[in-house]
DNA sequence: CTGAAAGCGCTTACAG
DNA sequence: CTGAAAGCGCTTACAG
């Protein structure tokens, strides 16, 4: 059988008896077991049952057998939860960022979930969908939570909110972008100097009329890139033009309109640098539909950009080390190791692929 | 200032006292403020202050106002934690994926996380980087935390060890592959029909020999994938031959030799189907260093496949619907209304873009 | 080696 | 409208 929306079902095999209502009705997690039962199941007790879990010593084997099969007989397993209640540290830290399914947080991800795991911590996952609002509302419910620990990718630009949560105790690093109005840990690529690299190289292809399209002011991560823009023209003594520069929302058909504007007229631009990697696929698109050449340097690495015809020349940041550095800097702050509040910056790597090597078209 | 790595680490302007060091050393979450001490410090009972953080009607806006000022003063948030306790139900849900890295799972997270916030619940996410025991240990302590439900992209091919958890109570979807050795809800694509579609489509094109590199046997995806390339030979009355086929690990090493093999001898592929992604984009740069034109349709879409030349001819799993459909259906089991283990297949879909349209070289 | 009591921070059920 | 008592499932501190 085949429903309206194309998904088939198939009933499976029931081998067997389906689970009884109150085990999604009602609460007590299912009516498990508790060390209580197992407890009464051994006849010892609830300390004894407590020791045997944890491996604590001094149980002697013939009891320790007892508990066990009670444990086994009943199902018994640790309610971590109330454990964590009673021990203070709840062994879990909350990531919040921007949005779960952009490919440029997946390595971050896995790198603090990889340096959590090494610290007997598990972690929650969340996307502020940039709206600071959703930010926000993730972050104190993760601290109502009572997370050991906080990374934010911050979508807002005042993070005052979390000031009482910092003080007591929750520890806490922005990466990406820095905290607003209150002082936290950050780690971030240098932006800065990566956009002024990336330009630079370009100049020194022999390009002048360059064009940069990037993300709102406001955004820290593009003032930034702006900034190395205006930085490499400036050292080469070009003066830079408004109308080699966009800035703004960068939802590709706005994008692909700056391009397009860029590239028209007497003096056309001979170059673009895309401030991140969203922009840099459109731009790539743009230029696919050219008839002239036009060279192109994006921020941020994309995939498969060494297939492409040429290979796309990147400013990469390295989303793994920003992750692995944030979680590490966290369980510093965990462990005491770390009270100042820092700023890392990580450096970013050009990659030439063709894009940024071509010569101006004039 | 720069260390070994080339970070630069700037301390950032100290505007308040760094933390004290009780704050971080201390268990008990840093010593903060609980119903009690806010009962205390608003002179009312403890049940009453319950009331106003849960907005409970029956309390005087006097009453209210004074102890909101208690709460203000004090810096005080609830416990969820505690409070999930004694409620039973933890408002969090589980998911076990491969690698959190992987840009497939980007948008499947994204999609559980959506449904899940719907129902006012937080995601714990983890990968298993494919091995059935790390995936084991990560969802047994999901379980522990007592999540409310698990989704789990499987990478064991056992899982009775849920069993007791799921008579316990903790809803459980699979996804991708289904459970192993237990019934469970499962949520998949028709990886069969996709890879079926795919190969027919290239015997539509005149194709003939058409290689097929898949991952292990013994993966389920890649056993389904595998049967549909040999039914859409067999329906076009194609006998296949051994050298066609590859099947084992699929890292970029064996795959490219893979590809290679079949390329060569008097009788080469004149098309390929690669069984995944990864596979995908090896055997794209195989074919990249070739003179011959060899078609090419891969299993699983990838980004900026519409910008390569040609075009990288697809069969699409939809990604967002698997993870949405799924967290669904864990949100049906948790109130209820589904108590029946099903199998649920989601449609895939070819998207054409030239790889797969090009005619046999021959 | 073993266990009863108190407590983690909340909510529930009940009484005033 | 308000609150004291009991309890969620554990661990801690202590006593036998």
Known sequence: ?????????????????????????????????????????????????????????????????????????????????????????????????????????????????????????????????????????????????????????????????????????????????PAGRIDADVVLSDNYGGARDGVAHLIAHGHRRIGFIGDMPGIHTAEERLRGYRAAMEDAGIPVEDAWMSLGVTDPERVRRAAEEMLRGPAPVTAIFAGNNRVTVTVIRVLAGQTRQVALVGFDDIELADLLQPGVTVVAQDAAALGRTAAERLFRQLDGSLVTPERVELPTRLITRGSGELPPAD
Chains 1, 2 share one sequence.
């Open 1 to 177: 059988m085949e429903d309206e929306t194309g998904q088939r079902i198939v009933p499976e095999a029931i081998r067997r008896t389906s689970r009884p209502a109150e085990h999604h009705a009602g609460n007590r997690y299912g009516n498990r077991p508790t060390m209580k039962d197992v407890a009464a199941r051994a006849g010892v007790g609830l300390k004894t049952v407590s020791r045997v879990v944890n491996g604590e010593p001094g149980v002697t084997p013939d009891t320790e057998r007892r508990v066990q099969e009670a444990i086994d007989a009943l199902g018994f397993r640790r309610n971590d939860s109330a454990r964590v209640l009673r021990k203070g540290r709840t062994a879990s830290i909350g990531l919040v960022l921007e949005d779960l399914s952009d490919p440029f947080y997946g390595p971050l991800s896995r790198a603090v979930e990889e340096v959590a795991r090494a610290h007997g911590t598990l972690l929650f996952n969340g996307s502020s969908a940039e709206d600071p609002e959703r930010e926000q509302e993730l972050a104190l419910a993760l601290c109502a939570r009572r997370v050991d620990g906080l990374v934010v990718i911050p979508a807002g630009d005042d993070h005052r909110y979390l000031e009482p949560e910092i003080k007591a105790g929750v520890a806490t690093v922005f990466v990406d972008r």
